[in-house]
């Protein structure tokens, strides 16, 4: 499947979370409403089942416009063990500490032993009877087992996983559902940038929060169920 | 003669959990209930969540968390990924193509062949250390990678991954494939060797990440060096566990087959998931395989073996039986306190097999049986040496 490189990455803020930095906890009434918002949970892990962003969006005219949300499938913060200068780490501009990433780490995982890119695959279902259109992956938000946010995640790529020939997922028909997978800079450090005092172990988990936008449809948003770093022997 | 008799196993150290649909030993036949459950496992996901659930007995465990957060929801999950069956080729001095058919098998005998297709065909895992060690046969030889009678790597292939890039993974058949025995542990395999000698290569000091020794791997990401013995899967009908650490109970066969799919989801990095009807006849094979022993139940060994052992290792159960508390045993307890998917015991394991073992414990640190008596498990170490001759040759039949 060819890839498709989504520009949009290049061109988001990387909004780096340092350590000095004030971290937010689960707050998404600042960007979404009704039913468009994520469950607020504050504890993300007591409740695993229940997607957030099955809710139907209340757009009030579903005839003129489309009717979008986004249900996650699968996904995982990579593994950045073998190769750390490919993840990302919150002291450095993304585009530097993530120099190779568009290119080593996104073509061949880097190469190396346990070094895989992080990524997350979405369906994105328009049930309304218009095409959705200007769909693009503003932010991806990494929240620590506090619901703290502790990084905006650079975005690499989106591919669409339905299409043999890959197209962009700047649109969707109406009365479709599609899958996509995104693939984007997870924590190079992860038992650092996740750490904290509720920490079972060393699962080194988190939830992420991908923030799209449409032109033609509100914001909408998908959180996912806790994700953790790829085993580096998954059995 | 004085014996000591394993107390603790008595006070109910050796606990059991009693499946929730399939009583092992009342239902007849394991793969007749697979074959009857078949349209359920494919095409009821209600009904595969609730045989995860029935086997996810610790669901606080990350391990457990991550299926029950995945498998088989009402809608999404990774029930919504894309089947995959990749095209595969042997990798070695024969390649040879193979693409694993998806029909339905119609008959009991044409389920456990595609079953055993399954075992040693289709991708489990990708590793990346494995694409250097292919071109290097001297060091595949050092760390226990065996190779069959054509000069292929047994239990080794090559395929597209999902984004069409080749990649080389193991197959079940990689790590339980000894000698080309279906369900025989490969104990020479030393896979923490091989990813040192590889990071060397690539200037990466791993210090003593994979120190684990043959015949084991550490499947935890928990920052502790806990390698557990990798298994024999014999005579799976007859037990009530399976990982070391006990982290998934068989709470019927369906168990097993829910564990291989979403193995394969997660070796394959959750980019795909395996067509059901493979899982299920792979579960069918691999419950189809035992030891191939006869020991003798009667005489002067046996019944020394059921005193000094057979609380814990029940003869009804393959010779293994339920959990055991690390803080029972001697052996390294870090694996059964992991982070991620310790449970704080042990499972029994079975004995069957045991004849032609090198490996032995939870960590493989003990090479023989006799070691294993001396060695200060909890029984044996006070017999008479006729009695201990008597033993072993018992467990040497299994």
Not at chain 2, 338 to 367: C, D, H, I, Q, W
């Amino acid at each position: 499947m060819k890839r498709l490189i989504l520009l949009l990455a290049l061109a988001i803020p990387f909004a780096a979370c340092s350590e000095d930095a004030e971290k937010s906890k689960w707050d998404f009434t600042e960007s979404c409403t009704g039913n468009d918002c994520p469950n607020t949970n504050p504890n993300p892990n007591t409740n695993p089942n229940t997607n957030p962003n099955t809710n139907p969006n209340t757009n009030p005219n579903p005839q003129t416009s489309p009717v979008l949300n986004s249900e996650f499938v699968s996904g995982h913060l990579g593994n950045y063990a073998s190769c750390p200068d490919e993840g990302y780490t919150p002291d450095a501009p993304a585009g530097e500490s993530g120099g190779a990433f568009a290119g080593d780490c996104a073509e061949d995982n880097c190469g190396s032993l346990n070094c895989d890119t992080a990524q997350i695959t979405f369906t994105i279902t328009n049930s309304g009877q218009v095409e959705g259109l200007g769909l693009e992956i503003q932010t991806i938000e990494l929240y620590d087992n506090d619901g703290t946010l502790v990084a905006e995640l650079p975005v690499m790529e989106v591919l669409d996983m339905d299409e043999d020939t890959s197209a962009p997922m700047s649109s969707i028909n109406a009365n479709t559902t599609k899958l996509f997978m995104v693939m984007f800079q997870g924590p190079a450090q992860p038992w650092e940038l996740l750490s904290t005092d509720n920490e079972r172990g060393y699962g080194h988990s988190g939830t992420v929060v991908i923030r799209f936008k449409s032109s033609n449809h509100a914001d909408f948003l998908l959180k996912s169920p806790l994700i953790y770093v790829l085993d580096n022997i998954a059995t | 003669m004085r014996r000591i008799v394993p107390i603790f196993c008595l006070l109910a150290a050796c606990t059991g959990q009693e499946p929730s649909d399939f009583v092992a030993g009342e239902t007849p036949d394991s793969i007749d209930w697979l074959i009857g459950n078949t349209s359920s496992y494919l095409e009821d996901s209600q009904w595969r969540r609730s045989e995860l659930e029935a086997s996810m007995w610790r669901p606080d465990l990350p391990y457990a968390q991550k299926r029950l957060d995945a498998y088989a929801l009402p809608s999404g999950g990774w029930d919504r990924l894309r089947e995959f069956n990749p095209t595969v080729t042997s990798v070695g001095d024969a390649p040879k193509s193979t693409h694993i058919d998806e029909a339905l098998p119609t008959s009991r005998q044409a389920w456990i062949d595609l079953g055993e297709q399954v075992f040693w065909n289709l991708p489990m895992r990708r590793d990346g250390y494995l694409d250097y060690l292919i071109d290097e046969p001297e060091l595949m030889k050092e760390v226990g990678i065996q190779t069959d009678e054509s000069g292929n790597i047994r239990g080794l292939v090559r395929y597209n991954d999902a984004f069409g890039k080749e990649r080389v993974a193991l197959t079940c058949g990689f790590c339980h494939g000894d000698q080309g025995i279906a369900g025989a542990a490969n104990q020479d395999l030393d896979l923490g060797r091989a990813r040192s000698i590889v990071e060397e290569r690539l200037g990466v000091d791993s210090g003593e990440s994979y120190h684990w020794g043959p015949g084991t791997v550490d499947v935890t990401d928990d920052n502790a060096n806990d390698p557990v013995a990798i298994p024999n899967l014999w005579n799976l009908k007859d037990q009530q566990y399976i990982n070391r650490s006990a982290a998934v109970a068989l709470a019927s066969p369906a168990s097993i087959a829910i564990r291989f799919e979403t193995q394969y989801i997660e070796g394959q990095s959750m980019t795909g998931r395996p067509p059901r009807v493979l899982t299920w006849a792979l579960a069918m094979f691999v419950y189809s395989l035992d030891a191939g022993t006869s020991p003798e139940l009667s005489g002067n060994g046996f019944d020394l073996f059921v005193a000094e052992c057979g609380s814990c290792h029940r003869p009804d159960q393959a010779f293994g039986g339920g959990l055991i508390p690390a803080t029972a045993l001697n052996s390294d307890p870090k694996a059964a306190n992991s982070g991620l998917r310790g449970t704080g015991f042990y499972k029994v394991p079975t004995l069957l097999g045991a004849s032609n073992s090198t490996r032995f414990m939870n960590n493989a640190a003990v090479e023989s049986l006799s070691g294993v008596l001396s060695s200060g498990h909890p029984t044996g170490q006070m017999l008479s040496s006729e009695d201990e001759k008597q033993l072993l040759k018992f467990l040497n039949s299994l």
